[in-house]
């Protein structure tokens, strides 16, 4: 059995740093993990937490209203490409939206993008490079 429910920061350091930092000199812990503004949420499967998000009450200067962005999301090898991480977005979704939430908002990694424009998330802007990390573009969807 599948379940998504709010995890805490901690609970998603393990899939962080081996999806998003392995071997890499970077933390898994990102700025705004504990304000209590923050959403984690994460996806089970038979009581293993397998894939996971970080949602970031952040403003963008390109947007209006209340904004949050999505950060740190991963999902554990032998787990991927299962409809896991668009489960996550879509309850993500709908608790944005009962927060009033008018916009969410990423920096995706390139190899990302058709897994988000799927899901409606549009690009915004030009590539750019997030050192350490490897190229990315600005997204979003209006909720």
Known sequence: MTIIKEISAPQA???????????????????????????HLGVFTEDVLVSVATFLQNDNESFKGLQYRLAGMATKEG????????????????ILKDRDVSI???????????FYKKLG???????????????HFAMYKEL
């Not at 787990?79 to 709908?94: D, F, I, P, R, S």
């Open 121 to 135: 998330i549009i690009t915004l802007g030009e590539e750019f490079e997030l050192p350490l990390i490897g190229s």
């Open 104 to 114: 969410l908002w990423c920096n995706a990694r390139v190899i990302a993008l058709n």
């Open 13 to 39: 350091y393990e899939i962080r740093k081996n999806m998003l930092r392995k071997n890499i000199p970077l933390t898994e812990k990102i700025k705004g993990d504990f304000d209590e503004s923050t959403i």
């Open 79 to 94: 787990y991927q490409k299962k409809g896991y991480g668009k489960k996550l977005l879509v309850t993500a979704e709908n």
